[in-house]
């Protein structure tokens, strides 16, 4: 119940964000992998990384990723999931 919880939020982060940005990989421990949108096959998540709207991220057990959207920066927790929808940066 909390990780469902947990991942609604997340969800609610990346949506506030809402088409053309890139997110930003900032940290990443352990087995943390990410599929973009167009491909099919996993590839280890590193720190540096700019991954498009689609793209996917799984954490493995004791891993961990903080990803920024925007303003927005959330964290991937271990044997989660993230999706990131489409966000654009608000004007200021």
Known sequence: MNKQIFLVMMWLAVSAVSASAAAQV?????????????????????????LPAGTVIVSGIGSVATVELGEARVSVTPLSRLEIASFERQAQ
């Open 26 to 50: 900032l940290t990443v421990e352990g087995n943390v992998q990410y599929r973009l949108p167009s491909e099919i096959q996993w590839q280890g998540l590193r720190a540096g990384l700019e």
